[in-house]
């Protein structure tokens, strides 16, 4: 499930996101991930041991402020049953839309980081790797 990595035209918005990334690679992609913020809705697939995939749509309410707390919805498998909910705010939202976009750019998957999948979940874990 191709995503469309077109840039924001939003540039007020883009700054204001900017001071929250350190590194140079996701500064680079603000603008891309705010595009797909804006969207409101994100179409993929969990890959999980053992092959298996399972089709996700994270959906969201999209608001411009990066410290406005939002609620994020992922459906699986267009399952209601294994539906979850996870709030945080918008600015830790955009960066795991970040990731997604540089997984996509190298390995052409659309998935969450398995830290997004650790808050999704409320599993604590030891590091934030990927």
Same mark, same amino acid.
């Given at each position: 499930?191709?995503?469309?990595?077109?840039?924001?035209?939003?540039?007020a918005i883009v700054s204001a996101y900017f001071p929250y990334y350190r590194e140079q690679s996701k500064k680079e992609t603000v !603008? =891309?991930?705010?595009?797909?913020?804006? *969207? &409101?809705?994100?179409?993929g697939?969990?890959?999980?041991?053992?092959?298996?995939?399972? !089709? =996700?749509?994270?959906?969201?309410?999209? *608001? &411009?402020?990066?410290e406005e707390v939002g609620l994020f919805r992922v459906i699986f498998n267009g399952?209601?049953?294994?539906?979850?909910?996870?709030?945080?705010?918008n600015s830790e939202f955009i960066n795991y839309l970040i990731d997604v976009i540089i997984t996509f750019?190298?390995?052409?998957?659309?998935?969450?980081?398995k830290v997004f999948y650790s808050r999704l979940f409320?599993?604590?874990v030891a590091s934030e790797n990927n």
């Open positions: 499930m191709p995503i469309e990595l077109k840039r924001s035209d939003n540039n !603008p =891309f991930a705010i595009n797909l913020y804006e *969207s &409101g809705k994100l179409e697939e969990r890959q999980i041991e053992g092959g298996l995939v399972i !089709p =996700f749509v994270g959906t969201w309410r999209v *608001s &411009g402020l990066p399952d209601p049953e294994l539906s979850y909910e996870v709030t945080m705010k750019r190298n390995k052409s998957i659309v998935d969450f980081p409320r599993i604590k």
